[in-house]
């Protein structure tokens, strides 16, 4: 049995499990379960309309993130829908992303929400990432890493197919959902903890929980992809994965950065980066 290119494994089968770990964030998911209707906006509205409620680079920190958040889950959601899934043979792995996919679905509609509820302008928010740099910089980074699963005649049989794989996946899980969104939740707590747009600050504390869950699962997958093909786990592609988180962080650094000045409160920029499962650097499954 294999998490990927089991012939045998029948998809509409889901017991007996063979990934338990996978039925537990499925669960820890569920426990989870919100939408954003349910978080009042009354206070963040006035908060926003208030001339001296916020400062001007508060409301920037709140137009960037509302900015990149609103787009990468789009970007994330694509990728789960229309590419990981097809590659994942196991049936309780495939019922986890079907999960992720609806969360991934309810973080469109807050930002859907926090754009209703305050009056702004979709066209600004949803083409931040075409005109902030360092957002950009990020999102670019992302597809370009990410570019092997959606190729129509992928396939993940054979060893450097499925580094390929591997490597789209910590560009999904790790890179994306992991480094690429902790700076933001960071600047979005902090102003949260101030008692400013508390709204707002909640909705991202309930994307912050569903995006932790998706990180572990992203690397539960990549570890059992590596321990069961441990072949792929060569020291030139380690080398290649370390230099890629490295420049990830390093991106994820300047679009903190680039916020100037961040409320008091906001950890550094490089702090809140690391995720919460360490992939397999040294050993496979480890």
């Given at each position: ?9 029948d ?68 990728n ?19 999960r992720q ?74 890179i ?14 902090a ?96």
């Amino acid at each position: 049995m294999s998490i990927i290119n089991n012939s045998k494994t029948d998809p509409n089968k889901i017991l007996p499990m063979t990934y338990l770990w996978a039925r537990q964030h499925y669960k820890d998911g569920v426990a989870n379960n919100w939408v954003p209707e349910e978080i009042p906006m009354q206070d963040d509205i006035e908060q926003w309309k208030n001339q001296t409620a916020l400062t001007e680079e508060e409301r920037r920190l709140i137009y960037w993130n509302l900015g990149f958040f609103s787009t990468a889950e789009s970007l994330t959601a694509n990728n789960i829908v229309l590419a990981v899934y097809n590659h994942v043979t196991n049936p309780e792995c495939r019922q986890y992303m079907l999960r992720q996919a609806y969360e991934e679905a309810i973080h469109t509609d807050t930002f859907i929400y926090c754009c209703d509820s305050l009056g702004l302008d979709p066209e600004e928010i949803y083409t931040m990432y075409q005109k902030i740099p360092s957002i950009k910089e990020k999102d670019d980074f992302v597809v370009e890493l990410t570019k092997s699963v959606f190729d129509p005649n992928f396939n993940t049989i054979g060893d450097s197919n499925i580094q390929a794989f591997v490597h789209d996946l910590v560009g999904y899980y790790v890179i994306m959902e992991g480094i690429f969104f902790y700076a933001g939740f960071a600047m979005m707590l902090a102003l949260k903890r101030q008692r400013k747009m508390i709204g707002i600050g909640e909705q991202f504390e309930y994307i912050m929980r569903d995006e932790s869950i998706h990180l572990n699962f992203g690397c539960d997958l990549i570890t059992t992809i590596v321990a069961e093909f441990p072949q792929v786990w060569t020291p030139a592609f380690k080398e290649e994965i370390v230099t890629l988180i490295k420049k990830s962080v390093e991106l994820e650094k300047t679009y903190a950065r680039a916020h100037r000045r961040p409320p008091p409160g906001t950890h550094r920029p490089d702090q809140g980066l690391r995720h919460r499962k360490p992939l397999p650097v040294d050993e496979p499954g480890h």
